[in-house]
């Protein structure tokens, strides 16, 4: 308890501002970046557009806005490094203008702003330390396509076990809120820089122990087209995500402790291995001798593989309950939680 409470000092010391920052990252969105900054609500402090090598009128509306609203910070990208490059460093001068919470706003204006008191408010009450939309518990599943709706069911699973976030659900929601304390601590060489950055941020996340809360947001769909092809993410995901999965295993259950799941791990990835290698064999074997293995052979085989995955499954369900529950930022009060009477459709535009 008391290193926890001074581990809490240091990232997030008392003097820091209670600032909170939006953070727009913007590729070629000439068409819907003033009606985003426009909608936003009067209590934010700072309005950060980054600018990612865009090839169309992008720079020159958000240079218009900066001149118009005081709140609005620039920075523009010589060359096009996706959207996580663009959060990184929307981030970063998020950190260095001290902002105690940094929200992402996509710039295709898909993000109601009238809910952003929802996703700060756990922050701030200190029960969460990174906060993020989940448009299917409050949107009809039924409407979207099948295809588009198995796969985010299937995306949504693998980032359970790959993160071990086993209690969000639509992982690439961008609609998100982070801590200001957790930015110094983040691995930039293990976020992803393009489609793969929320995802990549929630393994982040949970070697930091850093607890996460789903909100329920609705997505607002327009004229707006997506830069992420659905192909792409079929091929392109699951690989990362095994990667991940990999990655937190060992180091959590390995390389920084060793515990009943890990004895569960590493006792059923051994009975699986020697059961497959060991019936594998015999089945070759027979077919070439052309005489059937006996029953306590192929039992020999069976077993170990069955107990292998129990093991395995025991070692989810005690996985499922190291979820982190506890926020590791200091408890802040909600002096500065904005009602939603201040959503933009009753606050004055900038």
Known sequence: MSYLKSYKNRIAPPERSQLISIVIPAYCAEKHLEIVVNGIPEFIDYIIIVDDCSTDGTLQIAVRLASINPKIRIIKHEINQGVGGAMLSGYALAFELNSLIVVKMDADNQMDPGFLPD???????????????????????????????????????MTKLSSGYWDIFDPTNGYTAIHGCLIPLLNESLIDKRYFFETSLLMQLYL?????????IPVRYADETSHLSEWHSFFFFPSRLLLGLVHRIWRQYFLLDFNLVSLYIFSGITMMGFGSIFGLYHWWRSAQLQVPATTGTVMLAVLPIILGVQFLLQAVALDVQMVP????????????MPSRANSPSESKKT
Do not use: C, Q, W
Not at 122 to 134: A, F, L, Q, R, V
């Open 325 to 336: 529950r506890r926020a590791i930022h200091a408890s802040v009060g909600a002096t500065r």
């Open 119 to 157: 996703l700060l408010k756990p922050i701030i009450n200190g029960e969460s330390d990174y906060t993020k939309g989940n448009r299917f518990l409050m949107t009809d599943m039924s409407s979207m396509r099948a295809s588009r709706r198995f796969g985010n069911l299937g995306l949504s699973f």
């Open 208 to 216: 930091l122990r850093a607890v996460v809360k789903d909100i329920p």
